[in-house]
């Protein structure tokens, strides 16, 4: 194989664009640009956040190996290079001059430190399975019985327990501004993953107490803290443009206040009353006015955003034989086509795979996916059959987050399920999103929970991987399978492109009888913004270009 150059790599997503009509401007450079955004779940690491709200922030903070453009592409940030002779090992080539908004140089043992340290079991991260392929993850992973007289470097005796080790063998500093990675199977697309915050550098600073630094982190990305205590818990967050930053993503604004809304409806009112600049996300009683409310300032395009619900293996009645069936006959009651017409007018697609359609390799005729279309005769006979094993008594409930927009679309759901189904069906609301997931972190759910994903990067790999592989950082509700897993690793480490594609098509069939997540619909960006700011566009995540964007 041929040396592989990241530089040369491009990514097959849809070409998007929003619709604004409104000519370019350089507007004031001084200017803060207003959005909405919500109260992260965790700390601001980039290891360790993992949901929309804090990504938004952390990807804003920080500057990675490589960011994405507007229609998914590779762009090259801190690194000069990316190349492989085998797609076995790696040479990471960085840009000198780049700095951490303390001035300390991001260097080679920044992203590396920083990848230790997300990959470590004792630390916990969100993301640490994003360094799975990495030679020595299982080591950081994996705990002593028998220590045998082994010591850590400082000397001090370990302990059953403590881990093998505490970084990756895999990686390896060659001098300031290279470093190499030895992945333990050939991956050609690997460096496709680097634009993912988790891959993010830290300063030395962060190790020496990583909770606080995530209160008041210090990055190299296009913006910073406008100061120390600018995370105002459940209010919003305030940056400002750094200074120093040398990559593609150069503000043309003064920074962003990112305000936390209990309500869409409230993120909605204020774009319309003037106090909000741009909003990312409509609440569903705005689907039928929200083009004629903003007529030359609104986007529906779609993006990588796939929309769902778990059922926590954890709980009775959802498990086994029973619970394939119970999963199915849930399925199969749910009216996909009549929810996103009326409901969604128009701004979501019904699921027909577990990724998006933006995302090559997507496909609309997987075997097994009859499972995801509305078939009440059916529905009701699979809940028969699982009722001959074990009768079914409770209420079932769906938990959301009520500061999202979600209580129609839940209320439309449990009403088609109640209806076909004869049983008892509920939403259950949270105030916040955090609050939602802080219940599926504990494993203490007590039905169905909203889920869904929007791609850290554009690959089909991304959509599968974090949130049905057994013990990923995202599979809350603990489903595991080896036919899948044995499946995505085949996938991982193919060839070619279209092999890799071929095996995540064979897993995404397993899902579809094992039904971890019931999938709903594919979401498009839907954003209005006022005409205090222009040049708005949306990425093919559906997270405006924040750094582009210009105000009078």
Request: with cysteine; net charge negative; glycine share 8%.
């Amino acid at each position: 194989m041929g040396t592989t150059a990241i530089a040369l790599a491009a990514v097959g997503a849809l070409a998007l664009s929003g619709c604004s009509s409104e000519p370019q401007s350089t507007g004031d450079g001084s200017a803060i640009v207003t959005t909405n955004g919500s109260e992260p779940q965790n700390p601001l690491i980039p290891t360790n956040t993992t949901e929309a709200g804090g990504g938004k922030i952390v990807t804003s903070v920080f500057a990675g190996l490589v960011s994405y453009s507007a229609t998914g592409e590779q762009e090259l940030e801190v690194a000069e290079s990316i190349e492989s002779d085998d797609a076995t090992t790696w040479t990471v080539t960085l840009n000198d001059g780049w700095t951490f908004t303390n001035d300390e140089p991001v260097t080679s043992e920044s992203f590396i430190d920083a990848w230790n340290y997300g990959a470590l079991y004792d630390n916990a991260q969100g993301s640490s399975y994003f360094f799975d392929n990495i030679v020595g993850y299982s080591d950081v992973q994996n705990t002593m019985d028998d220590p045998s007289g082994a010591v850590d470097e400082a000397g001090a005796p370990l302990q059953v327990g403590d881990p093998l080790t505490e970084t990756m063998s895999g990686l390896t500093v060659v001098d300031d501004t290279t470093f190499t990675v030895e992945l333990a199977t050939a991956e050609a697309d690997w460096p496709l993953r680097l634009g993912y915050t988790a891959y993010s550098p830290l300063p030395k600073v962060a190790f020496e107490d990583m909770d606080a630094f995530g209160e008041n982190p210090i990055g190299n990305g296009p913006y910073e803290l406008a100061a120390e205590g600018a995370w105002e818990h459940d209010v919003q967050i305030a940056l400002v443009t750094n200074p120093d930053y040398a990559g593609v993503r150069v503000p043309k604004n003064g920074g962003l206040d990112i305000v936390f809304y209990g309500t869409q409806e409230g993120a909605y009112a204020a774009v319309q009353g003037g106090d909000l600049d741009v909003l990312d996300a409509l609440p569903p009683s705005a689907f039928a006015s929200y083009q004629s409310d903003f007529p030359d300032t609104f986007v529906n395009q779609p993006a990588a955003v796939f929309q769902a619900f778990n059922m926590p293996y954890y709980l009775e009645h959802w498990s086994g034989e029973e619970g394939e069936l119970r999963r199915a006959a849930i399925s199969m009651s749910i009216n996909r086509e009549e929810i996103t017409d009326v409901i969604f007018q128009g701004t979501r697609t019904p699921a027909t795979d577990f990724t998006s359609p933006v995302i090559d390799g997507y496909s609309d005729s997987l075997e097994g996916s009859e499972v995801l279309e509305y078939n009440p005769e059916e529905a009701v006979a699979k809940w028969a059959e699982a009722d001959a094993i074990s009768p079914y008594e409770d209420t079932f409930d769906i938990a959301y987050n009520s500061d999202g927009g979600h209580s129609a679309w839940v209320d439309a759901v449990v009403n088609s399920i109640k209806n076909t189904l004869d049983i008892e069906a509920a939403g259950k609301p949270y105030p916040t999103f955090a609050a939602a997931l802080d219940d599926r972190s504990a494993a203490t759910l007590t039905g169905a929970t909203r889920a869904g994903w929007q791609a850290d990067y554009p690959s089909m790999y991304n959509f599968l991987a974090p949130l049905y592989k057994t013990g990923a950082g995202s599979n809350y509700e603990g489903y595991s399978s080896e036919e899948f897993d044995g499946l995505l690793d085949e996938g991982a480490s193919a060839s070619s492109v279209e092999d890799a594609t071929a095996k995540y098509v064979e897993a995404q069939e397993v899902l579809l009888k094992d039904l971890p997540t019931v999938p709903l619909w594919y979401a498009n960006v839907t954003g209005v913004w006022a005409d205090t700011v222009q040049n708005v566009e949306f990425g093919w995540d559906s997270v405006p270009l924040y750094s582009n964007i210009t105000k009078e």
